[in-house]
């Protein structure tokens, strides 16, 4: 008992003050939302932010947005995720049950969501909770690209929970496919199958983003236009 | 024919037995020794499928590929399986990907639940119409007193989707079938094509938690048809990242295992430590599974010195962190009661079944690609092998603590000399109808990538090979007899990929 009570000690806190102080700051090489030159457009919902295309990317890791056409950044605006309606957040803003579904990822946004839960983020210090069954979730978060294997499974876990609920899209692959977009295996995005409430973009997002998105659908950051 | 890590071999070059032969051949070096490493199938010109074997001698650190023809108008052999328990997957592989029959195969039920790739008639005339591979039949127990446990696709956490099958009398496990293919996204097929640019990126997102892995793979084996020297720096960089993967996986996996022992405080611990290393993974990257850094001739990102003392600094405090975490979990009585004589797999099975991995090496099998078909930097710095004979949940544990304290010891090493180089090579065009082979040890065992090349620059076939295609069954195997409460721990120890095994 006594090494427990050390190693605690040892250990300290390590929670991040997001979002009430200052976010941590992400290394320089980080991808995050990507600076957009006037003029030109692109489309946050199929990009894996990889390093090669020539594109110049930010430091800041808010991109979870409300709408799919909200993905398409013009001239580097970008109109971050809107807290749900007031009837919704009645419901919802103070405790929210989420049941995870993995339909085709590659495990790696499963994992960052996983990340969620360690003490760094902390996540039930919100109200937010992983279930381990639709039945007792108010809204699922769907990651990969929904593979033709995976589609009902999807939709039978979809239809267990109980209504109204939430739909949260992570990752490239389940918001359109990612980089397995030209098989004829997986669909063309989650919002093609259910509707989506919060789209989180990135290959995969870093934690940070993912939480900052589920913050916004929560109101408990207050929506804002971002620009970099 | 043999071969080295990361060679190649002109297709025309390799001998092309009678399936007598071939069968004989494959029989004879797994019976002496050789292990299974691939068995698969590529389309010829000629509407014949031809099977390729890739045998494994690890102590020679060499690699035998041998082939024969399926005839166009047959396309049956006789089944390996029923002496050779290794083939199994491969022969269920083959049967769902070519429509090729292995006669006599035990449990020939598809593996993937997909069309198969000849485009001719597939040999489960429902499979594209029944959605759910959960639907297919499963092994089953005859008894008024045995009943089913069905658990998935969708699990209670936030994992992968896979489908378990228990027919259990009371708690206790008979049999435990696996039936995966929810992940299916037709990986395979997408590698096979001219399109390097777009294949490197897949092969990052075969499985995300082993996306330096697999990627490496991928780099060798384009690498090697192009003749491209990776310079050395690039070579150390790209290790570095691997061992990063490693600890960051395994450290997760201490946590986990934790957990399902009901020993929470080392898990919320090595759960925070294992983002320690990610971390580093994302500076060093800028994407915390790595995925961005490798690519065909070399790296795409520098470790100058500023970063690589910042990594040394901080791996100090890293490697103090987890040893005394490591022995919070490895000195709890509770802890170890859980974890001793759960889920044995013994060295006889390990070997039969063609376990690879910290599986494999918890059960006293002495296989690990770093050492055994070193290349690149491997081959002038020697890792230790990590190894157990109990082949338990403890024995699994403790293979993954000691491959911890050596990876950091490796990277404290390593990381003040890097050499001094360029960190790509320019990477010239694929030499043509020729067969090219990678393996790289990747957290969970041994990763195979094998390229066979067209004449346009890409490939006709491209074969990738996840550690976790071996050791799925290894699970299924450890269940046999155990209490069902054990399956979530036991499953937790052997942590194994759902993405990589479904392509």
């Known amino acids: 008992m006594l090494k427990v009570l050390i190693t605690r000690f040892k250990q300290g806190c390590r929670t991040l003050p997001f979002p009430k102080g200052q976010p941590p700051n992400l290394p320089e090489r980080y991808r995050g939302r990507p600076i957009i030159a006037q003029g030109t457009s692109v489309d946050l919902g199929k990009m894996t932010f990889v390093p090669e295309t020539g594109i110049q990317y930010s430091r800041d890791f808010r991109m979870a947005v409300s709408t799919r056409a909200g993905l398409l950044l013009n001239n580097g605006e970008i109109v971050l995720a809107r807290a749900l309606q007031r009837e919704m957040l009645a419901i919802f803003g103070r405790s929210l049950k989420l049941r995870q579904v993995s339909a085709g990822g590659c495990n790696a946004c499963e994992a960052d969501i996983n990340v969620l839960n360690t003490p760094v983020f902390d996540l039930s210090r919100f109200g937010i909770q992983f279930v381990a069954s639709p039945r007792h979730a108010d809204g699922i978060v769907v990651t990969g690209p929904v593979t033709r294997n995976m589609r009902e499974a999807l939709m039978k876990t979809y239809e267990a929970v109980p209504d109204p609920k939430i739909v949260i899209a992570v990752g490239a692959c389940a918001i359109s496919g990612g980089v397995f977009a030209d098989s004829p295996q997986v669909s063309a995005g989650l919002d093609t199958i259910i509707p989506v409430d919060l789209y989180v973009p990135g290959c995969p997002p870093h934690p940070l983003t993912i939480l900052d998105g589920l913050l916004r659908l929560l109101g408990r950051i207050k929506a804002q236009k971002g620009s970099v | 024919m043999n071969l080295f890590n990361g060679g190649n071999i002109l297709l025309a070059d390799i001998p092309v037995l009678t399936m007598e032969e071939f069968r004989q051949e494959v029989l004879y070096y797994c019976h002496s020794g050789a292990r299974l490493q691939n068995l698969f199938a590529s389309p010829e010109n000629s509407g014949k499928v031809r099977l390729y074997a890739i045998l494994g001698f690890d102590e020679e650190a060499q690699i035998r590929v041998q082939s024969t023809l399926v005839s166009s108008d047959n396309l ?89 099958r228990f027919q259990c009398h009371g708690e206790e496990i008979l049999h435990l079938e696996i039936q995966l293919g929810y992940q299916h996204r037709g990986i395979e097929p997408m590698l096979t094509g001219n399109d390097l640019k777009r294949s490197v990126l897949l092969s990052e997102s075969i499985a995300g938690d082993t996306s330096i892995g697999h990627s490496t793979a991928f780099c060798e084996v384009v690498e090697s048809l192009t003749g491209c020297v990776v310079p050395p720096r690039a070579q150390v960089i790209r290790a570095v990242a691997l061992e990063l993967e490693r600890l960051a996986n395994h450290v997760g996996d201490l946590g986990a295992m934790g957990m399902d022992a009901g020993f929470l405080p080392s898990s919320s611990y090595f759960g925070r430590m294992r983002g320690d290393y990610l971390n580093l993974l994302l500076a060093l990257t800028g994407n915390r599974f790595g995925k961005g850094l490798c690519r065909p001739g070399g790296v795409l990102f520098d470790l100058d010195q500023t970063m690589s003392d910042d990594f040394c600094n901080k791996l100090v405090i890293y490697k103090k962190e987890f040893e005394d975490v490591s022995e919070l979990l490895f000195s709890r009585p509770s802890v170890l009661a859980r974890f001793e004589n759960i889920g044995v797999i013994s060295p006889m099975i390990a070997k039969q079944l063609g376990l690879v991995g910290p599986v494999a090496r918890a059960s006293q099998q002495e296989r690990d690609v770093r050492i055994e078909y070193s290349s690149g930097i491997w081959q002038f710095n020697h890792v230790p092998i990590s190894l157990s004979a109990t082949g338990d949940v403890y024995a699994r544990a403790l293979v993954r603590r000691q491959e911890v304290l050596r990876s ?35 957290w969970r065992g041994e990763i195979m990538h094998v390229g066979i090349s067209n004449d346009q620059g890409g490939f006709s076939r491209y074969k990738v090979k996840d550690p976790s295609f071996h050791n799925w069954f290894g699970l299924s195997v450890a269940m046999r007899g155990q209490q069902i409460s054990d399956f979530p721990l036991c499953n937790k120890s052997f942590n194994l990929s759902y993405c990589g095994h479904d392509l």
């Open chain 2, 76 to 164: 049956q052999y006789q089944s390996l399986t029923p002496v050779l328990l290794a083939a199994q997957n491969f022969e269920r592989e083959i049967a769902e990907q070519w429509a090729v029959v292995p006669l006599g195969h035990p449990w020939l039920k598809p593996l993937r639940y997909h069309s198969n790739y000849r485009g001719v008639e597939d040999l489960w005339a429902d499979i594209m119409t029944r959605p759910i591979p959960g639907a297919y039949p499963f092994y089953g127990v005859d008894s008024d007193e045995v009943h089913q446990v069905a658990v998935g696709p969708v699990h209670a956490g936030i994992i992968e989707p896979g489908h378990f």
């Open chain 2, 408 to 442: 950091l010891d490796f990277l404290l090493k390593i990381l003040p000399t890097l050499p001094k180089s360029s960190i790509s090579s320019p990477v010239g065009t694929i030499k043509p109808n020729a067969f090219a082979v990678s393996l790289v040890e990747g």
